[in-house]
Nanobody, 122 residues
Framework: VQLQASGGGLAQAGGSLRLSCAASGRTFSSNYMGWFRQAPGKEREFVTG???????RSQDSVKGRFTISRDSAKNTMYLQMNSLKPEDTAVFYC?????????????????WGQGTLVTVSS
């Protein structure tokens, strides 16, 4: 079972990036999935998550700017990030729970991608 995150890179403030998380080894169509990020010197934090029926939740700092989505047929999750800010700079991780229920806690997630670096310049 593997989650593979991709799409990170360098963006200017106000710009956009789209992250992808491809799952292999099993289907995650029923699992709660999420994106986390970890900035230098900080703890990993929940960014946004999506339920099997596409109900989403996000932290306040990204509401209106980041959009999570999933394509169950492709077993892939996405994070569209618009209006990027320098404070969004972090390693972004995709993750999945062995549950259908939402959670913002790192310890509730059973599967993790390797992380992809997003750097936003001012």
């Amino acid at each position: 079972v593997q989650l593979q995150a991709s799409g990170g890179g360098l963006a200017q403030a106000g710009g956009s990036l789209r992250l992808s998380c491809a799952a292999s080894g099993r289907t995650f169509s029923s699992n709660y999935m999420g994106w986390f990020r970890q900035a230098p010197g900080k703890e990993r934090e929940f960014v946004t998550g999506i339920r099997w029926d596409n109900v989403t939740r996000s932290q306040d700092s990204v509401k209106g700017r980041f959009t999570i989505s999933r394509d169950s047929a492709k077993n892939t999750m996405y994070l569209q990030m618009n209006s990027l800010k320098p404070e969004d700079t972090a390693v972004f991780y995709c993750a999945a729970r062995s549950s259908i229920y939402s959670s913002t806690s790192v310890t509730d997630y059973n599967y993790w991608g390797q992380g992809t670096l997003v750097t936003v310049s001012s």
